[in-house]
Nanobody, 119 residues
Framework: QVQLVESGGGQVETGGSLRLSCVIS????????MGWFRQTPGNGRRRLIATIYGGGDTEYVDSVKGRFTISRDNAKRTTYLQMNSLKTDDTGVYYCMRVVGDTPVYDSWGSGTQVTVLE
């Protein structure tokens, strides 16, 4: 079973920055697409906010475009999410996941990492 371990969350003030990391045990990491999902307070659904493809191309939802940057280190099987100019609306639990399009691939998710942005 593939394991996903997210880290790097925390509590910051509006305008601050955080860098999230996600380590995955998938041996085919180099060629897969990875996404960061966000689950906001009171909403059980995880929403895909950033994707990085095997070739390095990236996609973002409009609400994070220009503020968040997704990247990957294939040697470390790690995906990153650099989050700048954080807003209170960015508060939530962040998860990484292998994706095909916008569809999660694995049955199990990691524990996620909590991000709290204070006013």
């Amino acid at each position: 079973q593939v394991q996903l371990v997210e880290s790097g969350g925390g509590q910051v003030e509006t305008g601050g920055s955080l860098r999230l990391s996600c380590v995955i045990s998938d041996t085919f990491f180099d060629s897969i697409s990875m996404g960061w999902f966000r689950q906001t307070p009171g909403n059980g659904r995880r929403r895909l906010i950033a994707t990085i493809y095997g070739g390095g191309d990236t996609e973002y939802v409009d609400s994070v475009k220009g503020r968040f940057t997704i990247s990957r280190d294939n040697a470390k099987r790690t995906t990153y999410l650099q989050m700048n100019s954080l807003k209170t609306d960015d508060t939530g639990v962040y998860y990484c996941m292998r994706v095909v399009g916008d569809t999660p691939v694995y049955d199990s998710w990691g524990s996620g990492t909590q991000v709290t942005v204070l006013e």
